[in-house]
T-cell receptor, first 111, second 113 residues
């Protein structure tokens, strides 16, 4: 069974600092990996999707890397802003196209 | 606007009652999914459907039922057999386009007392 772990569970940084969020998974036979953002009481917003054949994806201030062989992904958020405060979830898909989620990292960006 | 709608946003029920949560999408996606989220835990898959009139159990299907009579709709019924139904329920959909990126609705918070 795929296990997905996100460390740390919570993170607090001053505005302007770069954020580094980690995700690890036990089974490297994945189809893709998605990073999501969740605001309190809301649904999930898809941030980035990395196919298993890719090493990274970028969107604006966000960059996600994937090292499938070691079972790791990292989400980088450059020059953090208070509006980046949220919970960030990673999830992996195998060939059955079902997502397995980590428990998330809750980020607080202090103004 | 294309997207996924879930209704209602909040739902309150007495123990022993069945309740149905609505999920509708206008993204023309083939696959739809139901997840449950509990505080401090990752999302867990309840049921999923890849085509109309077909669906499969996820990791925690006991006490739940679904139907997929239309491509746009995937309602979830929480039955009285579900032991701990109070949770945040999220619906998602994805296209069969090689990416299978999942998009989520705003969620329904169910409270059973």
């Amino acid at each position: 069974k795929q296990e997905v772990t996100q460390i740390p569970a919570a993170l607090s940084v001053p505005e302007g600092e770069n954020l580094v969020l980690n995700c690890s998974f036990t089974d490297s036979a994945i189809y893709n990996l998605q990073w999501f953002r969740q605001d309190p009481g809301k649904g999930l917003t898809s941030l980035l999707l990395i196919q298993s054949s890719q090493r990274e994806q970028t969107s604006g201030r966000l960059n996600a890397s994937l090292d499938k062989s070691s079972g790791r992904s990292t989400l980088y958020i450059a020059a953090s802003q208070p509006g980046d405060s949220a919970t960030y979830l990673c999830a992996v898909t195998k060939n059955d196209y079902k997502l397995s989620f980590g428990a998330g990292t809750t980020v607080t960006v202090r103004a | 606007d294309g997207g996924i709608t879930q209704s209602p946003k909040y739902l309150f029920r007495k123990e022993g009652q069945n309740v149905t949560l609505s999920c509708e999408q206008n993204l023309n996606h083939d696959a739809m999914y139901w997840y449950r989220q509990d505080p401090g835990q990752g999302l867990r898959l309840i049921y999923y459907s890849q085509i109309v009139n077909d669906f499969q159990k996820g990791d925690i299907a006991e006490g739940y039922s679904v139907s997929r009579e239309k491509k746009e709709s995937f309602p979830l019924t929480v039955t009285s057999a579900q032991k701990n139904p109070t949770a945040f329920y999220l619906c998602a959909s994805s296209a069969w386009d090689g990416r299978y990126e999942q998009y989520f609705g705003p969620g329904t918070r169910l409270t059973v007392t």
